[in-house]
T-cell receptor, first 111, second 113 residues
Framework: QKEVEQNSGPLSVPEGAIASLNCTYS??????FFWYRQYSGKSPELIMS????GDKEDGRFTAQLNKASQYVSLLIRDSQPSDSATYLC???????????FGQGTRLTINP | DAGITQSPRHKVTETGTPVTLRCHQT?????MYWYRQDPGHGLRLIHY???????DKGEVSDGYSVSRSKTEDFLLTLESATSSQTSVYFC????????????FGQGTRLTVV
């Protein structure tokens, strides 16, 4: 079982709609969770981090964490064509500082 | 931008030759990582370091070794390059706590022919 799993997509969403990206992780004691965005040919950049159960909002982005279900999600409201990218979920466990990524979900926002 | 530089940015090498990629940081961050990125696989962890001379393996460490003799430099060596190691390699740095952002270098595109 992979440590971090995402649906690789592609996920296609119309402009202005809500895009929902999901991620599951296998280490029950994982403590830190991150969402990165990566444009084609570029390096990943951090969008959101979340450490406790519940929702965390930042502008059009909301991260949701459910540790009991080992599930973390990212919602993008009012999706824009500039949101088209690959979104990577990353997790750090309780032990060693090992930052592990999922395979990424490719998101396309259609005008 | 975080002070992290990868070199070289592009390299073509022949099968069986050793190759070393360099990651240099000016942030004095404790943690450094090497990933490879291939289509459909996201970022896969090769090796990581949690201090000078302290390193550990990631999920795809076979055929790779690393060294960190100084805080600022993390070297990745392909001992005998194979075509399966053709990939884009990213270095990342992270501060001392688990709740800090990891910053990425620009990536190195390596082609093994």
């Amino acid at each position: 079982q992979k440590e971090v799993e995402q649906n690789s997509g592609p996920l296609s969403v119309p402009e202005g709609a809500i895009a929902s990206l999901n991620c599951t992780y296998s280490d029950r004691v994982s403590q830190s969770f991150f969402w990165y965005r990566q444009y084609s040919g570029k390096s990943p950049e951090l969008i959101m981090s979340i450490y406790s159960n519940g929702d965390k909002e930042d502008g059009r982005f909301t991260a949701q964490l459910n540790k009991a279900s080992q599930y973390v999600s990212l919602l993008i409201r009012d999706s824009q064509p500039s949101d088209s990218a690959t979104y990577l979920c990353a997790v750090i466990g309780r032990g060693a500082q090992k930052l592990v990524f999922g395979q990424g979900t490719r998101l396309t926002i259609n005008p | 931008d975080a002070g992290i530089t990868q070199s070289p940015r592009h390299k073509v090498t022949e099968t069986g030759t050793p190759v070393t990629l360099r990651c240099h940081q000016t942030e004095n961050h404790r943690y450094m990582y090497w990933y490879r990125q291939d289509p459909g696989h996201g970022l896969r962890l090769i090796h990581y370091s949690y201090g000078v001379k302290d390193t550990d393996k990631g999920e795809v460490s076979d055929g790779y070794s690393v060294s960190r003799s100084k805080t600022e430099d993390f070297l990745l060596t392909l001992e005998s390059a194979t075509s399966s190691q053709t990939s884009v390699y990213f270095c990342a740095i992270q501060g001392a706590t688990k709740n800090t952002e990891a910053f990425f270098g620009q990536g190195t595109r390596l082609t093994v022919v």
